[in-house]
């Protein structure tokens, strides 16, 4: 099974500070993977599909990058819409997915 | 509307048995791989199991053999048949639609807490 380690678990940042979040696969994925953002009591929405690509919609201040083992969400300059909760999600082994164990971003 | 409606969640004893139900609409359901997804309050999520539009179906290890997913095409509809369940298995669970590989739609969830 592959396993996704996402880091860090939690993170206090300000708005308008840039933020980094890295997901690490267990063994190569190629750029089979996406960024969720979920905010409480809601279902998670996509942000990033293909390691680095923009789901349509979502501003531009978020972006993906990786390939293979490391992937790095980055938040350019937090906004305060953007506190939530941040999951990975691999699909190279598709149908079966593993999610990384998820970034709390609180405000500081 | 495009939407995906969870049902079925509720209390249930441990060892007992449960049914979910995604209702999807304003898609061509038929198309799809779908999928269930858990998260436990306070938890991350975790997938719980997939089925292609073909009818195969995938689970993880966590629920293999107690877990059952199902289609129902003609109904738009998705199943979730739990079975021997257990406090572990108390949480959201979310039926999401995947396209190329990617959760797209989500419904709102449905709460199962399995309790004495």
């Known amino acids: 099974d592959i396993q996704m380690t996402q880091s860090p678990s939690s993170l206090s940042a300000s708005v308008g500070d840039r933020v980094t979040i890295t997901c690490r696969a267990s063994q190569g994925i190629r750029n089979d993977l996406g960024w969720y953002q979920q905010k409480p009591g809601k279902a998670p929405k996509r942000l990033i599909y293909?390691?680095?690509s923009l789901q349509s919609g979502v501003p531009s201040r978020f972006s993906g990058s990786g390939s293979g083992t490391e992937f790095t969400l980055t938040i350019s300059s937090l906004q305060p819409e953007d506190f939530a909760t941040y999951y990975c999600?691999?699909?190279?082994?598709?149908?079966?997915?593993?999610f990384g164990q998820g970034t709390k971003l609180e405000i500081k | 509307e495009v939407q995906l409606v969870e049902s079925g969640g509720g209390l249930v004893q441990p060892g007992g048995s449960l049914r979910l139900s995604c209702a999807a609409s304003g898609f061509t359901f038929s198309s799809y791989d779908m999928h269930w997804v858990r998260q436990a309050t306070g938890k991350g999520l975790e997938w719980v199991s997939a089925i292609g539009t073909a009818g195969d179906t995938y689970y993880p290890g966590s629920v293999k053999g107690r877990f059952t997913i199902s289609r129902e095409n003609a109904k738009n509809s998705l199943y979730l048949q739990m079975n021997s369940l257990r406090a572990g298995d108390t949480a959201v669970y979310y039926c999401a639609r995947a396209q190329e590989g990617y959760f797209d739609l989500w419904g709102r969830g449905t709460l199962v807490t399995v309790s004495s």
């Open positions: 999600l691999q699909h190279n082994s598709y149908p079966m997915y593993t």
């Open positions: 293909a390691a680095s």
